[in-house]
Every structure is written in C-alpha cells, then in structure tokens.
C-alpha cells in the first residue's frame, strides 16, 4: 500500500513539476507589477519582476492562506480529540486503580 502511494504521488509530482519548469521557462520576460491602484504612469510601489515569478508567488500565497483557512477550520476537531485525549487517559488511569484495588483485595487473607 506504501509503495502504491509512493508511485501515485510521484505519477502526479513529476508532471507538476515539470509544468512549473517549462511555465518557468517560458515566461522568463520582465513585467511590471504595480501595486498604486490610482497612478498608473508612475506608481508609487511597483516591482519589475518575470513573469512566472509573480504567478509562482501568488500560487503560493493561495495555498499558504488556503492551509491557515483549513487550519482555523478544524480548530474545533481539535479541541474535540485533546477532550477526548484526556478522558482516555482518566479512563484508563481510574481502570489500573480498581485493577490494582482488587488484586490487592483478592490477595488479602479471608477469616
């Protein structure tokens, strides 16, 4: 089943991978970004950067803020199993009490 999931993962990564490399290839021109919604001949912050930069680091933006978004979701869940984490353990620890009570009552001599 590892080994499976090795292949499949491989199978989907290398294609990925080489997209990004030939995408990258191909957009290599520098273009000018600008982030001065209200002057468009001389913006006030604009970077001149190549084209797959840009569309390489706003990938990555969405995916970071897609995982914090993900991450925030499942808060819930999480707190859920720490709850059910320690009820387990108080569970377990109130079981070896009475296992260790009644081994030390079945040991104590009857009159």
């Known amino acids: ?6 292949l499949l993962k491989f199978a989907v990564l290398l294609p990925a991978a080489a ?4 995408f990258s290839i191909a957009n290599r021109a520098p273009v000018t970004l600008s982030l001065d919604p209200f002057n468009r001949e001389t913006p006030a912050i604009s970077f001149t950067l190549p084209l797959y930069l840009i569309v390489l680091a706003a990938i990555g933006v969405g995916v970071l803020a897609g995982g914090v978004g993900a991450w925030f ?10 709850t059910w984490r320690r009820e387990a353990q108080t569970a377990r620890a109130d079981a070896e009490r009475l296992r ?3 081994s030390s009552q ?3 001599p009857r009159s």
Do not use: C, D, P, T
Request: zero cysteines; a positive charge.
């Open 1 to 6: 089943m590892a080994n499976a999931r090795k």
């Open 73 to 82: 979701a499942q808060g819930r869940h999480r707190k859920g199993e720490r």
């Open 100 to 102: 260790v009570s009644l």
């Open 106 to 108: 079945a040991s104590l």
């Open 19 to 22: 997209a990004m490399i030939l």
